[in-house]
């Protein structure tokens, strides 16, 4: 597979349909059902959990097992206050950006469907040009285009809705993927076509793969949290994605240096093992796929956090993908990048012997 393009049109077509699913984090099951269906071919079983983590199993039989994982949700808002005159006051589920909720048109997930909304903002003539306002958790609000409170219930948004961008998948200048929730529906998209990769080029497994789509990443990493406790793997190779620092207003002293279109980043933290890290690194140098280096001080705050620190220390590595504008509806990532993550950890499953303990006495 040198130089051949992994992803084709088919892969395209389901990551679009993918990707402009919502998936807020609590309801993850409608995009859990879209990446099952298209993963089934490649595995021999499923699990899923109570809070909807999905698990595709190709070898369930084996004693040894390796988890390839992203995760399934994405940040979203909660209806949490309608004030009289029938406006909507919102608390964050995840990391959403009060900077760029303004004049955003949103989704508002009710019982019988969804009810269309705008993100509303002072006009710019009616603002003090030296004083202004920016947006923040207390004073953005969305406009239903109810009168009051008694037609917004009747529209059937009440406290506790979830609230999405309906904003959709495109790709920009031939080879940037772009939309909402990139963070992290391309993880389940990256791990679902090393599946494919393994079904298609006949590659036996000498061990159980769990190809895992965790719930609830963005307010916590609980659904890793919950699903490690179940498959108690033995190997855990986590995909998540990193910011892009190249972009304006990053300070690379802070955030470090990592851009789109370089290759995957591979994490250095104490939630790394080390052996299985090198291993992945050797994989890389072997089969000449580009990488990047990132480091995080105590926690990567991603999923690997969950493997790693779970039944008694499960040796875990963070491949990631360069992404710029997180948190935004505009994610941007690069096609390269993108395949270059599957490569890598498509490889480094081919490395990775039964029984290996990955122990530093040995
Ligand atoms: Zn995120």
């Known amino acids: 597979m040198a130089n051949k393009k992994i992803i084709n049109s088919n892969s395209i077509k389901f990551l679009q349909k993918y990707l402009n ?31 909807g983590t999905a698990v595709g199993v190709i070898n369930p039989e084996a004693e040894y097992k390796v988890v390839i994982e992203g995760h399934s949700d994405e940040i979203s808002w909660y209806v949490n206050y309608i004030t009289d005159n029938g406006l909507i006051y919102v608390i964050r589920n995840g990391g959403s950006d009060h900077q760029i909720a303004p004049s955003k048109v949103v989704n508002i997930h009710t019982k019988n469907g969804i009810v269309k909304g705008v993100f509303g903002w002072p006009a710019i003539h009616t603002r003090d040009n030296k004083d202004e306002n920016s947006p923040k958790l207390d004073n953005i609000f969305i406009d239903i285009g109810a009168k009051d409170k008694e037609e917004v219930e009747k529209m059937g948004v009440h406290v506790g809705c979830v609230i999405t961008y309906p904003d959709e998948f495109f790709i920009l200048n031939e080879d940037k993927f772009v939309c909402r929730a990139i963070d992290n529906r ?53 995909t998540d994605v990193c910011h892009d620092t190249t972009t304006p207003m990053i300070e690379k002293k802070k955030q470090g240096h990592t851009e789109i279109g370089k290759g995957p980043v591979i994490s250095y933290a104490p939630a790394v093992q080390n052996k299985l890290r090198e291993l992945i690194i050797e994989t890389a140098e072997e089969k000449n796929i580009p990488f990047q280096r990132m480091a995080a001080s105590r926690f990567t705050g991603t999923d690997t956090d969950a493997f790693a620190y779970s039944n008694g220390g499960v040796a875990s590595a963070l491949i990631s993908l360069p992404l710029r504008y997180m948190h935004t509806t505009v994610e941007t990532v690069h096609r390269d990048d993108v395949e270059n ?11 990775i012997k039964p029984n290996e303990t990955f122990s530093y006495f040995d």
Do not use: C
Request: no cysteine.
């Open 21 to 51: 699913n919502a998936s807020p984090t609590g309801y993850e099951w409608e995009g859990q059902k879209i990446w099952m269906e298209y993963l089934k071919p490649y595995v021999d079983t499923f699990i899923t959990d109570t809070y």
């Open 186 to 238: 391309a993880g389940g998209f990256m791990i679902a076509e090393v599946a494919r990769l393994l079904h298609e080029n006949k590659q036996k497994l000498p061990f159980g793969l769990y190809i895992t789509n965790s719930v609830q990443e963005e307010i916590g990493l609980r659904g890793a949290e919950m699903i490690t406790q179940t498959i108690k793997p033995n190997v855990a190779i986590v």
């Open 341 to 351: 993550v599957i490569k890598l950890i498509y490889e480094s499953l081919l490395k």
